[in-house]
């Protein structure tokens, strides 16, 4: 599974990212056969000590959560509502 790499570390909309807490030492990942209440849209996540490296339950696509907060660009700004998808 690609995530996204940019040599400047900057962030965009549509970018495939894996997420790790620094002070959890974890890393986010879900299980799309995991549903919570037989929703179809709802899974659950969890984190893992280990490094799962990037595959599909680990990379999350970064959405922008309003599109009308008024930031003129596709860079993911601080402050800005992100919709984290499963890839």
């Not at 400047?8 to 056969?33: F, Y």
């Not at 209440?37 to 595959?55: H, K, L």
Request: aromatic share 6%; net charge negative; charged share 25%.
């Amino acid at each position: 599974m690609n995530h996204t790499y940019r040599e400047n570390g900057s962030l965009e909309w549509g970018d495939h990212v894996l997420i790790k807490s620094n002070q959890m030492n974890a890393t986010l990942v879900t299980d799309t056969s995991d549903r919570v209440n037989n929703n179809d849209e709802a899974y659950g996540v969890t984190t893992t000590a280990r490094n799962p490296g990037a595959i599909a339950r680990s990379v999350f696509v970064l959405e922008r959560g309003d599109e009308k907060d008024g930031s003129p660009d596709n860079c993911v700004h601080f402050g800005q509502k992100v919709r984290v998808r499963s890839n």
